[in-house]
């Protein structure tokens, strides 16, 4: 088995080192990973500057460009192979909810798969590296389960896993969770630049709106691993016939549509 590890949080992190050093002992993987924290840039690429590719004394390769540059660059020319799995993380803290459609560690895995690769994303509940170890374990152990089970280099899939910074014996089973909802963000901080112009810094993610049972949310807070399936297709399938209806009457200059 052939895996391609990338990340957020850069390629001297904590989380990557825990994932890969586990990771190496079940297959041959490789590092492609920002050269810097890169976290909530999502699935960005850089397309009006050069990337640039360098290599770390143990090994790793690391580019001055997001995590979706870093996957993009090595599936399309840098390994010259194709791998079997794409694994991101592990991230410095949770990327449960909305948290996912801004997050670097989930953009990485989404490369992947949409360069037809099965992909996880793996993440730790709380920042702060604790128990690190036993997340990379746990990470070792679903790659492992995926495996055994024959999906690793089949039809794409994208899986998004929280992991609770908790001892390995103590994490409760794996439970497979919808994605929960949040507040919207804290306000915008400003401050005066030593120039006297405004700066502006984003502002706080918002508090867990939707924990119901069944969320990443409300499995993780029990001590569970939460996994969850994510798809690509943003098209609101639930309300196609409303908007078809709207977009009839839009067209038709009897209902207050445009004159012909």
Known sequence: MKILISNDDGYQA??????????????????????????AKSNALTLHSPLYVHQAANGFRYVNGTPADCVHIALTGLLGYRPDLVVSGINNGANMGDDTIYSGTVGAAMEGYLFGVPSIAFSQVDKGWTEIEAAASKAREIVQQMQAQQLVGETPWLLNVNIPNMPLAALRPLKLCRLGRRHAAERVITQESPRGDVMYW??????????????????????????????????????????????????????????P
């Open 202 to 259: 984003i502002g706080s993610a918002g508090a867990v709106k939707d924990d119901a049972e069944g969320t990443d949310f409300h499995a993780t807070a029990l001590g569970h691993v939460a996994m969850t399936p994510l798809k690509v297709d943003l098209t609101d399938h639930d309300n196609l016939r409303y908007w078809a209806q709207t977009a009839s009457r839009m067209l038709d200059p009897d209902q207050g549509g445009p004159a």
């Open 14 to 39: 904590p989380g990557l080192v825990a994932l890969y050093e586990s990771l190496k002992t079940i297959a041959d993987v490789e590092v492609v990973a920002p050269e810097h924290n890169n976290s």
